[in-house]
């Protein structure tokens, strides 16, 4: 089946689900990406040297494991819904996220999968969509997904990495009032600017930047 088509019976699927009660809701969508994580994980476990070696073979392993993500990027998306979760309830998006992180670090830790750019924008499409779907209350994983995305844009200068800390700043803009959540925010996005710079070999570059938050906004 055509990855298109799959994508549309995961996003209906989804937004069937948002229509239950939250605890129905996350049991049903944790259940839903459970197969994706097992072939995203079966994959990186038993491929990464047919991965290696390259050719045809090679090619269309690393394009499954790519299709994998994008289809939890789409159940992640469909978990876009009115208002916040009721108190004691974390919103949906924020634990598939939580649940495919190891997997999804595993991808991004693969020396294979870094030099592949259909699967580093399947990694980067589920980190953006869960921020889209969960807005404020992504924040708890904000430090760990500035650190792993700044840290991959510097190794791979692939612009997907951008697209996240773009969101980022959408979503929640300056943070002011968490100190290591602040660093973690400044870091990442100097960090990146730094990589753009070495990137095109411009001298001077360093860690001085002053980044335009009065546009951005401030939390």
Not at 54 to 70: H, I, M, P, S, V
Not at 76 to 84: A, L, R
């Amino acid at each position: 089946m055509p990855l298109e088509d799959r994508q549309a019976i995961v996003e209906g699927l989804a937004r069937v689900l948002t229509f239950l009660g939250p605890q129905h809701v996350l049991d049903s969508a944790l259940s839903m990406q459970q197969p994706h994580l097992a072939r995203t994980q079966s994959i990186i476990s038993h491929g990464s040297s047919t991965a290696a070696q390259g050719g045809a073979a090679a090619k269309q392993l690393l394009q499954q494991l790519a299709d994998e993500l994008q289809l939890m990027a789409v159940l992640i998306k469909g978990m876009e819904f009115p208002g916040q979760p009721p108190t004691g309830f974390a919103h949906p998006a924020l634990k598939l996220l939580e649940a495919a992180w190891p997997v999804l670090s595993a991808v991004a830790d693969a020396p294979v999968c870094r030099q592949d750019r259909p699967v580093l924008e399947a990694v980067c499409e589920v980190y953006k969509r869960a921020l889209q779907s969960a807005r404020g209350s992504a924040k708890p994983l904000l430090t760990m997904l500035l650190t792993a995305v700044g840290e991959l844009f510097t190794e791979t200068q692939q612009a997907a990495c951008l697209d996240v800390l773009s969101t980022i700043a959408e979503v929640f803009g300056e943070v002011k009032n968490a100190p290591e959540l602040a660093a973690a925010q400044k870091q990442a996005f100097e960090g990146t600017l730094c990589a753009l710079c070495a990137g095109r070999q411009a001298a001077g570059c360093g860690w001085s930047f002053k980044l335009p938050w009065h546009v951005l906004g401030a939390s």
